[in-house]
């Protein structure tokens, strides 16, 4: 398996600060940010290599020209297993508050609804193993380094993993366009793992199935839908307040 690319300023700088096993730090040589002096003395610190390379070196490394004068070569991204997360949460008292993605397909979509979540206070994201988008480079990117503060928990069967979440106190709740309560009409502060679809499709049948309650978000201008990232924070958020709420 090989190794991962990142880079960016705070992908690279969360990465450094969480427990991803990094080898080395390319760093522009004419760079003179001082976020940048700051994560060469942290990768230092933890000792690993930094190499000073031109820019169109750094460009070459990480595909494009978006890389703030820093790249990063670390092991491949670790996913989190359900029954371990749900393990090692048993017998805490905040009730679960997770995100479930169905389905997403654009990266930058995948990277701003983790970022979302971990703004929002929510312990983990959901995603399916296959036909959705994983977690890469450009995912961390857009991402803003979040990947590496909230849990991203990979698995085969979404409906399996709705089942095992209820079995653990959750309620599912599915954000469908068509669904006649709203957000706001719900009650978003006990065990929680909000369900987003994917781009243009929304949830899959079996997936909508399962939900036990099924959300909108009111619109009140001319187009007929939201982007699933914006869709995705604005309930996140919504629960956040709710939560937040004595």
């Known amino acids: 398996m090989s190794d991962d690319i990142l880079y960016g300023v705070n992908p690279v700088r969360e990465a450094l600060r969480g427990n991803r096993r990094a080898f080395e730090l390319f760093v522009q040589t004419s760079g003179s940010d001082h976020r940048i002096a700051k994560i060469v003395a942290l990768a230092e610190e933890k000792g690993i290599a930094v190499r000073r390379r031109e820019r169109a070196d750094l460009e070459r490394l990480a595909g494009n020209s978006h890389h703030q004068g820093l790249v990063l070569r670390v092991a491949p991204f670790d996913y989190t297993d359900l029954d371990d997360f749900l393990a090692a949460r048993a017998g805490e008292d905040a009730p679960l508050f997770l995100l479930m993605l169905d389905a997403i397909q654009d990266p930058q979509n995948l990277g701003a609804l983790i970022r979302s979540a971990a703004c929002a206070g929510a312990q ?23 990947v590496e503060t909230v849990p991203v928990i990979q698995v085969t069967n979404l409906v399996q993993a709705l089942e095992r979440l209820k079995q653990a106190g959750c309620w599912a709740f599915g954000l469908d366009g068509g669904a006649d309560k709203s957000i706001y009409q719900a009650d978003l502060r006990g065990g929680l793992v909000l369900v987003v679809g994917g781009e243009g499709e929304g949830l899959r049948p079996l997936v909508r199935k399962q939900c036990d309650v099924l959300l909108a978000i009111p619109q009140y201008g001319g187009v007929s839908s939201l982007n699933a990232s914006v869709a995705g924070g604005i309930v996140l958020f919504e629960a956040a307040r709710q939560r937040s709420t004595p």
């Not at 983990?124 to 979040?146: F, M, N, Y």
């Open 124 to 146: 983990g994201v959901i995603i399916p193993k296959d036909r959705a988008c994983g977690v890469t480079p450009v995912v961390e990117k857009a991402s803003a380094g979040a």
